[in-house]
């Protein structure tokens, strides 16, 4: 990942970005559903939520993209109530084990930067990042928060690839010279990927449990193949 990166930022600051011919930079924000694969599938058996953000560059005159992606997902929640403290038994707060799945790629992709249909294929390196943190809380949906401990974390590189569509829903008027906007374009994007992630240790839902007054982990680990479906809004400046 490290030589992945240095040869990003190398090329990136080895021109001048304004002498690249047809600057044109490219933002997107998407939702994913990650459906785990393989044997990440047989330990998580449930679908996670998240969000991810890149931002690439992608000059009109030549069909391809290079930039940096990042996202989070929540593939499981436990809840439940406990008192404060053995010697605050008449104090109760929320107590919340989240396990979450942090991702980050360079990423290259092939695509028309000009059209309004603009299909694409994509290649990603990396590394995913899987950890589960508990929290103690007020009682109440948005209690705030009195304490938090990681109860495991670990990383493993991933590699994949997928593919897409952008569909432009609007284009700034080549005679528009308003300064103050400096988006060109807003485009849907509509994307599938498969990443093939290294052996990581993790928990899941129920993995945390209390045994006469101490707590056991249920360790986990695999592979963390993961398949994302994603759709986002993506915009270009």
Known sequence: MKRFSFLFFFLMSAVPLSSL????????????????QGPFK?????????LTANIGYAPREVPFMVGLEFGF???????????FSTTIPDVTVDVESSNNFALGHLLLRLQ?????????LEGAAGFHYLFTSTSIKNLGGEGEEIASSTNLDDIAFSLGGGGGVLIRVWQKDQDDD????????????LRV????????????????RRENGRVVYDVKRSQTDLLSVQIGVSVTF
Do not use: C, W
């Not at 047989?42 to 998240?50: C, H, S």
């Not at 028309?112 to 694409?120: A, H, Q």
């Not at 990927?193 to 945390?208: D, N, P, V, W």
């Open 21 to 36: 011919p047809g600057q044109e930079f490219m933002g997107s924000a998407n939702f994913f559903v990650g459906l785990p």
């Open 42 to 50: 047989d330990n998580v058996e449930n679908a996670g939520i998240g």
């Open 73 to 83: 997902m929540n593939y499981g929640t436990d809840r439940r109530r406990e008192p």
């Open 112 to 120: 028309p930067n000009t059209g309004s249909i603009r299909p694409y």
């Open 178 to 189: 308003d300064e103050e906007n400096p988006l060109s374009a807003a485009i849907i994007d």
């Open 193 to 208: 990927r498969y990443l093939s992630g290294g052996e990581a240790e993790y928990l899941k839902e129920g993995s945390i």
